[in-house]
């Protein structure tokens, strides 16, 4: 058994832990592997941190290029493999025509799956993920699901996909506390925990004239005002590169990193709009550093900030990373406040929440 706080493990159980942004899920994990000093983590009733096994217990993290050794995953396996043994045939499947890619050439989904093959492959006998679908398409999530070991204990915030997945649940809410797993179905518990999975309704309204031409991948696309326009398509399809061209072009855009797009000392100067800090509930924390955040509310700021721009167009690019149940319903009235303001929305996605509340859907690759 491996206990962490108040969270129990059993050979053999799949458990999910939940929680909203900054609830503390990614400080558990990280406090799992010692890389905190508490909860204190106990293997098989021994102090874990005492002599850690992390062929043991191993974790992914919320960042991918926190743990990346090499440059290509070919490389990565190779240097793992020195070490002991592996399946390097799942780090095949996972990372297809992408094996030996340098990692910074990778989509940020591709880069996931990275290092998500380069832990399986290592076969721990518990494993700890954080936000595993993060950026992940639809082929993505089923390869990792079904690449998955019996035992592991994850963090996620797309409910939906862990329904099947789980058989216990844990939520962080004033304290951990298990809960049923029939709560997972529940949208009165879901909504009033601030968690993923209800349905998502946005009002919408007649669109203007065209604001936007643009020549995305050699699709002809327009963006009216007032409109949210999706694009879509695999890992690896373009959509990152299609909002960078679009960012060269005036567009506000939001891009996946967080850290590299902080420029001030605090978040209420990052956004500078109390409107936006009260849409985004950021009031209490105007007078942090940004970068002392959770990754959700990282990406709670950035968008805050682009809103509070006054740009004719924004971009996000896969802006539902790390969003929970709450950021979800603020984000989807922030686009129906830019729609009425007359603005136009450009947001890359894999997110089946997201692209139910756009107008138009636009697929490359």
Request: proline share 4%; glycine share 8%.
């Amino acid at each position: 058994m491996f206990v962490v706080g108040d969270i129990e493990i059993e050979r053999g159980e799949r458990v999910a832990l939940l929680g909203r942004s900054g609830s503390g899920k990614t400080t558990l994990i990280r406090a799992a592997i010692c890389l905190r000093d508490s909860p204190k983590p106990f293997l098989d009733g021994r102090d874990f941190c005492a002599d850690p096994d992390y062929s043991k217990v191993s974790a992914v993290m919320q960042e991918p290029s926190w743990q990346v050794l090499a440059e290509t995953s070919e490389e990565e396996l190779s240097l793992i493999s020195r070490y002991h043994d592996g399946n390097i045939s799942l780090a095949r499947e996972l990372m297809g025509p992408y094996f030996s890619t340098p990692f910074m050439k990778l989509s940020d989904g591709y880069k996931r799956r990275f290092v998500l093959s380069s832990v399986l492959v290592g076969g721990p006998e518990y494993l700890l993920l954080d936000e595993p679908f993060s950026n992940l398409d639809s082929e993505g999530v089923k390869l990792v699901s079904d690449a998955l070991p019996h035992t592991y204990l994850m963090a996620e915030h797309r409910v939906p996909e862990l329904r099947s997945m789980v058989d216990r649940v844990y939520v962080i809410s004033s304290g951990v506390r298990e809960v049923n797993k029939d709560k997972l179905w529940d949208e009165d518990f879901l909504r009033s925990h601030g968690l993923r999975g209800f349905k998502i309704w946005r009002e919408r309204r007649r669109l203007g004239e065209t604001i936007l031409r643009a020549d995305i991948k050699g699709i002809s696309v327009e963006v009216r005002r007032g409109e949210v326009l999706c694009l879509v398509g695999s890992n690896g399809s373009g959509k990152t590169t299609a909002i960078k061209q679009l960012s060269k072009r005036g567009v506000r855009a939001v891009f996946q990193n967080p850290d590299l797009q902080f420029f001030l000392k605090t978040v209420g100067e990052e956004v500078n709009s109390s409107e936006a800090l009260s849409l985004f509930n950021l009031v209490h924390l105007k007078d942090r550093s940004p970068y002392t955040l959770s990754y959700g509310e990282k990406m709670r700021v950035l968008m805050a900030s682009a809103i509070a721009s006054g740009s004719k167009v924004v971009a996000f690019d896969e802006p539902s990373t790390g969003m929970d149940g709450d950021s979800l319903i603020s984000f989807v009235r922030a686009l129906e406040l830019l729609s009425e303001d007359g603005r136009g929305i450009v947001i890359a996605t894999h997110d089946r929440d997201v692209v139910e509340v756009c107008d138009s859907v636009v697929k490359l690759g």
